[in-house]
């Protein structure tokens, strides 16, 4: 039976993993990385794909750079790696080791998309399908010969989190009907088109300040492409203000950019650069936690009165 090792941290990574144990492969080890301090405790909390291995059964190794501290999974002796959203460079001495190669379950279609946030451009750019690419990893990043390719479609609603869901379902299910056909050598990879190759960098500080001269749709697409991490956010009355969901109002109205010009039971409208206007539904004043916006019209933001402005400070 062949040895292969996994490796991954979030949760994306872990239907994956937990795929190919259902498969009845013989995963020798899960590659991770090093359990990180977290929320405003600090807690030392374990990535998801160490906590699904301890699970299974499954001998877990954590180096802080792979890079430097390959040879213990080489001494492993790896006929496959497999790697899904593992957040490190591989170095060339692993890429080169195993006998059927270190392959990729990457979030889009590639050569769209490459780099470390494909599933929230896809939804930052008004994609209305992305999917899942499974290819050979190369030193270049996200640049190797793609074996097998499965479309998702994007709905209008989908936001970060349930495009992940699916895009993590659907790179399990696609491993899982790839796998048997490169074992046996009936892939034959293809190479990326260069020309057509797209990217996709983290997310930025910058990336989540709304802007509010933009037009509605691009506005719409940021506050869901970012839903539920890291937030969009914008200013009101000097002070930051998430904005965590709002609706896309498909029509005219008078008012600059950024202004409120109607307050509802559930949410307060705002002008976007085009003169349509999204709803603002959801929302967490500074120092608040997250709450519904009528909640806030109700409560904080009682003053809060058409005419003012979103954004017009300390953006």
């Given amino acids: 039976m062949k040895r292969i090792i996994f490796m991954g941290t979030p949760d994306f990574a872990v239907p994956v993993l937990r795929q190919l144990v259902d498969d009845g492969y013989q995963v020798v080890m899960a590659v991770t990385q090093p359990d ?3 929320g ?29 501290e390959y040879e ?11 790697t899904a959203a593992f957040g490190q460079i591989l170095p060339k001495a692993l890429l080169e080791y195993p006998a059927f190669g270190c392959i990729n379950v990457h979030a889009s279609l590639l050569p769209e998309l490459r780099g470390g946030a494909p599933i929230q451009y896809a939804i930052l750019q008004g994609k209305t399908e ?47 009907d790839t796998l048997p ?9 293809v190479e990326q088109d260069e020309t057509k190759a797209t990217f996709a960098p983290n997310i930025k500080r910058g990336d989540e300040k709304i802007d509010w001269t933009r037009p509605m749709i691009e506005i719409y697409n940021q506050i869901r492409g970012l839903h539920p991490w890291p937030v969009a956010f914008t200013t009101y009355k000097d002070k930051i203000m998430k904005i965590w969901w709002a609706e896309p109002i498909d029509r005219s109205f ?21 003169t349509k206007a999204v ?5 967490q004043p500074a120092g608040k936690k997250r ?9 904080t933001g009682s003053n809060t009165r058409c005419g003012d402005k979103l954004g017009e400070k300390n953006g």
């Fill in 36 to 38: 990180r301090p977290k």
């Fill in 40 to 68: 405003r405790k600090k807690v030392l909390t374990p990535p998801p794909v160490k906590v699904e291995a301890e699970k299974l059964g499954i001998p877990v190794y954590q180096p802080e750079k792979i890079k430097d």
């Fill in 72 to 82: 213990y999974v080489l001494d492993q002796q790896p006929d496959l790696i497999v």
């Fill in 130 to 176: 992305t999917g899942i690419t499974i290819m050979y990893m190369v030193e270049k990043l996200d640049a190797g010969a793609i074996l097998t390719q499965r479309k998702v479609p994007i709905d209008k609603e989908d936001h970060v989190g349930t495009l992940h869901d699916k895009l993590s379902e659907t790179g399990a299910q696609l491993l899982s």
């Fill in 181 to 189: 056909k490169l074992l046996a050598g009936e892939l034959q990879a």
């Fill in 254 to 274: 008078d008012g600059e950019p950024g202004e409120i010009v109607d307050l509802t039971e559930d949410g307060m409208v705002v002008v976007c650069g085009d």
């Fill in 279 to 283: 709803k603002v539904t959801s929302l």
């Fill in 291 to 299: 709450m519904e916006t009528g909640d806030f019209l109700r409560g």
